[in-house]
């Protein structure tokens, strides 16, 4: 896990998923890179337009791109004082999922925000970032972090795709940690049809990579998941929670399951997801 991408959402202040990026970057050693994304002024016109009104749009998405190009040498300055000497910035016009999942493609890991508003950045908008761009994706909480830390990561585990992807995504990061807690909850088939012979040992694998994990169960019903995973992280003081992004339909971008929604709304801590 050599690159990070994060997803800067203002211009006005660093972000929290700016401030974790960065300083996570600092701390593992890998570059990152900064991504602004602005709309195209095609998305903003209405259908029906006066030549007034869409140079005024037009105006407006010039001077956003200039003020968005501007921002690289700040941004390369701020992380080289925060110990993120291997930094890029991007500015992109477009659909944000979009974008991202294009700039994406050379990264390793994305850090997303709620912002500081909890009306902005809902759930759907989370959610399509999540299942568009095809990276591990870190949600950081909307608090202020006084510092970023790996020393205890907590794993939610019930024996899913998702979550087997989202701990083979995590590994250099586990690898790192002083202590692993798998919060097991029941074990999930989500292909019925298929039996693996013998099933997944996690233990035997996460061994294999010089990861040694703690169990601790989770007394928790489905509808209670999220809540509990959250519980569970705080009751052994995690520093990050990594989980599988669990999708209600698999041809839907926009739904995902009731844990994951939870956990999207209520972290106070950060979440890497792997859909």
């Not at 080289?80 to 050379?106: F, K, M, N, S, Y």
């Not at 995504?169 to 790192?176: E, F, G, I, S, V």
Request: proline share 6%; with cysteine.
């Amino acid at each position: 896990m050599n690159d990070f991408l994060i997803h800067v959402r203002s211009l006005d202040a660093w972000t929290r998923a700016a401030e974790y990026g960065v300083r996570l970057a600092a701390l593992t050693g890998s570059a990152v890179t900064g991504a602004f994304v602005y709309p195209s002024p095609l998305t903003l016109a209405p259908t029906y337009s006066s030549p007034e009104l869409l140079e005024a749009i037009l105006a407006s998405t010039r001077e956003t791109a200039a003020l968005a190009k501007a921002q690289a040498q700040p941004f390369l300055h701020w992380a080289r004082e925060q110990g993120a000497p291997q930094a890029a910035w991007h500015a992109a016009e477009g659909d944000v999922a979009g974008a991202l999942a294009h700039i994406g493609t050379w990264h390793d890991l994305l850090v997303l925000d709620r912002g500081t508003d909890p009306a902005t950045h809902v759930p759907a908008e989370l959610a399509r970032i999540i299942l568009t761009v095809g990276l591990p994706c870190v949600l950081v909480p909307r608090h202020a972090m006084a510092r970023v830390s790996l020393d205890c990561i907590a794993i939610g585990w019930n024996g899913s795709q998702e979550a087997v992807r989202a701990i083979h995504a995590a590994m250099p990061l586990l690898q790192r940690a002083s202590r692993v807690v798998l919060l097991e909850g029941p074990l999930r088939r989500t292909y019925p049809e298929i039996t693996w012979k013998p099933p997944l040992d996690i233990d035997l694998y996460l061994q294999r990579h010089a990861v040694h994990a703690e169990h601790r169960p989770l007394a928790s019903d489905a509808g209670e998941a999220g809540e509990a995973l959250l519980e569970g992280a705080a009751q052994v003081d995690a520093d990050l929670l990594v989980m599988g992004a669990y999708g209600r339909s698999r041809f839907s971008e926009w739904a995902l399951g009731g844990a994951t929604r939870h956990v999207l709304a209520d972290a106070a801590l950060p979440v890497l997801l792997r859909h």
